[in-house]
């Protein structure tokens, strides 16, 4: 178990390639009795950036640059709950100025517009990895930027129940009978373990996870993963996750060296820090414990996730 690389090593990989992040908005239609997928893509821009402003946050990027290189691998980016595609945009930019192709997600019904306390919606469990899946097809197939992307090359980045699709998507096959701190009691855990053929997607090699929403306590509900996962745990947990749950995940999945155990931390250092209204309006996730410094956590967990998808990527 390690926590930081260099943030000096992390700055020099980020500056061997740097560009703005370009930076649009897009739909992928609605298919079947599943709505419209709202995403956000960065990419590699060689212009300079602008100040973009997108709810609370002031991004810096271009409005729809054309895409700087080619061949470029795909990052997902898949929120928590009532998360939304803005919520890792720290992450997004700087993957972007590293030569990727970044796509976030809005989860339908699950998002901060939802607004919706029910925290284990089967449906929404069931439908997210879907919903990956489907914007995996999207990106590759139809967006304006699929031209540039290596289909060979398709990571994914998740937090909290986003955390819980990447394991699903890699190949995880979720235990929803286990008493988890997420599950156990609750009469609905019997509709959850009812759930049965969860998306998968082999296209996703390589994927990064924080403090996962788990029901991967057995041995076996991971033992079909055969993919590179980095995985990052907050001392404290919170939002239904316990940092003992994430340990167990990567005790199942066998990690040393990519398994990050964060000081000091609760559940929500894993966001992009918070603008200053930001924080008065929401604190509970944006207040971290004394002496935790979110913004420069952030510029060592960016560099490590940069340094993770290159390495696997052969960049």
């Avoid at 700087?68 to 100025?97: M, Q, R, Y």
């Avoid at 289909?151 to 286990?178: H, K, L, M, Q, W």
Wanted: one cysteine or more; glycine letters at 10%.
């Amino acid at each position: 178990m390690r926590f930081g690389l260099s943030l000096g090593l992390g700055l020099v990989l980020l500056a061997t390639c740097a560009h703005a992040a370009g930076l649009r908005s897009v739909e992928v239609t609605a298919e079947g009795d599943r709505p419209t997928l709202n995403v956000l893509i960065w990419s590699p821009c060689a212009a300079p950036p602008d100040n973009i402003r997108l709810g609370p946050f002031t991004l810096p990027a271009v409005r729809d640059c054309p895409v700087a290189g080619s061949k470029l691998p795909l990052i997902v980016v898949s929120h928590g709950f009532g998360g939304n595609n803005l919520g890792h945009h720290d992450t997004a930019e700087a993957l972007a100025d590293a030569g990727f192709v970044v796509a976030a997600l809005n989860h339908p019904g699950d998002t901060t517009a939802a607004n919706s306390a029910n925290t284990l919606s089967p449906t929404a469990l069931g439908e997210r990895p879907a919903d990956v899946k489907r914007l995996i097809d999207f990106m590759l197939g139809a967006s304006p930027v699929a031209a540039s992307i290596d289909p060979e090359r398709v990571g994914f980045f998740g937090f909290s129940r986003g955390g819980y699709t990447g394991i699903v998507i890699a190949g995880g096959n979720p235990d929803f009978t286990r008493g988890t701190a997420s599950c156990g009691g609750d009469a609905r855990c019997a509709k959850l373990a009812a759930l049965g053929g969860l998306t998968h997607d082999p296209r996703v090699k390589a994927v990064v996870i924080a403090d996962p929403l788990s029901f991967f306590d057995a041995p076996k509900s991971v033992e079909d993963i055969k993919v590179p996962i980095q995985l990052w745990s907050s001392q404290f947990g919170g939002g239904g996750v316990l940092p003992e749950s994430v340990a167990t995940v990567a005790h199942n999945l066998n990690l040393t060296s990519e398994f990050h155990l964060v000081p000091n931390s609760g559940h929500f250092v894993f966001l992009a820090p918070c603008p200053a209204a930001m924080a008065a309006r929401v604190p509970d996730i944006c207040t971290d414990p004394p002496g935790f410094d979110r913004v420069a956590f952030h510029e060592r967990l960016d560099a490590e996730i940069v340094a993770f998808f290159r390495k696997h990527f052969g960049m």
